[in-house]
C-alpha cells in the first residue's frame, strides 16, 4: 500500500490563499479610499501592513468626520 502526503502542498495552498486575500485586499481598500477621496500614503501603509485591522480603522475614523455639505 502507498502512502501519499500532501501536507507540504496543502502548506503552500495556505499561504498562497492569504497572500491572494491580503493582495485583493489591500487594492480593494485603496479603491475605496480612493472614490471617497480620502487617500493618501498612510491609508496605504495602513491598508498594506495591517490588513483587516487597517481598514476598520479607515471606517471608524471616517464615521468620526463629520462632513458638511
Do not use: P, Q
Not at 31 to 45: D, E, P, S, T
Not at 51 to 62: D, E
Amino acid at each position: 500500500m502507498e502512502n501519499r502526503h500532501f501536507d507540504s502542498f496543502l502548506t503552500l495552498v495556505l499561504f498562497l490563499g492569504v497572500a491572494v486575500y491580503a493582495t485583493l485586499l489591500t487594492i480593494w481598500a485603496i479603491i475605496n479610499a480612493y472614490h471617497h477621496r480620502r487617500l493618501n500614503v498612510g491609508w496605504v501603509l495602513t491598508f498594506a501592513l495591517l490588513n483587516v485591522v487597517g481598514y476598520l480603522i479607515y471606517v471608524l475614523v471616517g464615521k468620526r468626520k463629520v462632513v458638511v455639505h
